[in-house]
């Protein structure tokens, strides 16, 4: 199986002319405000796709690390990686952003981003059992769906990725996945036998749920 490489911490070209592009764009937007519907199209047409995101957290990172240190949990997130990265590829999608314990990946449809969050449920409930708590690896997963701007490889933007953010980070539990409306509308007739239930709002106003059976 794939090991999880340590984090880059370097900006590839092609991501740096892209961040170079969208600057020069947004200084445009900014210095001609009754030309801003033209200079939003060309930012569309130049970095906007159609993208399912996902967006994983680990569960218990503050009571690890004060209990069993930062090490320990360095190695969770390692064996983590080691885990999502293969099974992200493999559904088709890529990882944009590896940062602390989390991981921010795309895919090009919603039900390649559905499938590799349930096989990441199943691939750590096929480590977990034996293991004392603090060698448990649990995921919160949130998804959302969507037009966002993809800025090179190394950043993603959006509405739907902040959306998945705060459903992976704040609101799921270990295990859950939590996907946005979008999302949810997305894939309740590409994929009928999935079933879903409510689950509150993000961001005070929209609506979200939790997959409980695909």
């Not at 796709?49 to 390692?78: C, K, N, P, W, Y």
């Not at 902040?162 to 980070?169: I, M, R």
């Not at 799921?172 to 879903?196: I, M, N, Q, S, Y």
């Amino acid at each position: 199986m794939q090991t999880a490489e340590p984090h880059p911490t370097h900006v590839s070209p092609e991501s740096a002319n892209a961040a170079a592009d969208l600057a020069r764009l947004l200084s445009q937007r900014r210095a001609e405000p009754t030309n801003r519907a033209a200079i939003d199209a060309a930012i569309d047409t130049r970095f906007g796709r159609t993208q399912a995101v996902m967006f994983t957290d680990l569960v218990g990172f503050s009571r690890t690390v004060e209990a069993f240190g930062i090490l320990h949990f360095l190695q969770l997130i390692q064996e983590a990686e080691t885990l999502f990265l293969p099974l992200i590829a493999q559904y088709g999608g890529r990882c944009v952003k590896r940062e602390g314990d989390s991981l921010l990946a795309l895919f090009d449809t919603p039900t390649h981003a559905m499938a590799c969050a349930q096989a990441m449920n199943q691939a750590t409930q096929s480590v977990n059992p034996g293991r004392s708590p603090e060698e448990r690896i649990e995921v919160c997963i949130g998804l959302g769906f969507g037009r966002i701007l993809c800025i090179g490889d190394d950043d993603a933007w959006g509405a739907e990725l902040n959306a998945a953010s705060k459903l992976g980070e704040e609101m799921a539990k270990g295990g859950e996945v939590l996907v946005t409306g979008p999302f949810f509308e997305a894939v309740r007739d590409a994929v009928p036998k999935a079933h879903f239930a409510a689950h509150g709002k993000v961001f005070g106003e929209r609506p979200a749920y939790r997959l409980v059976a695909a």
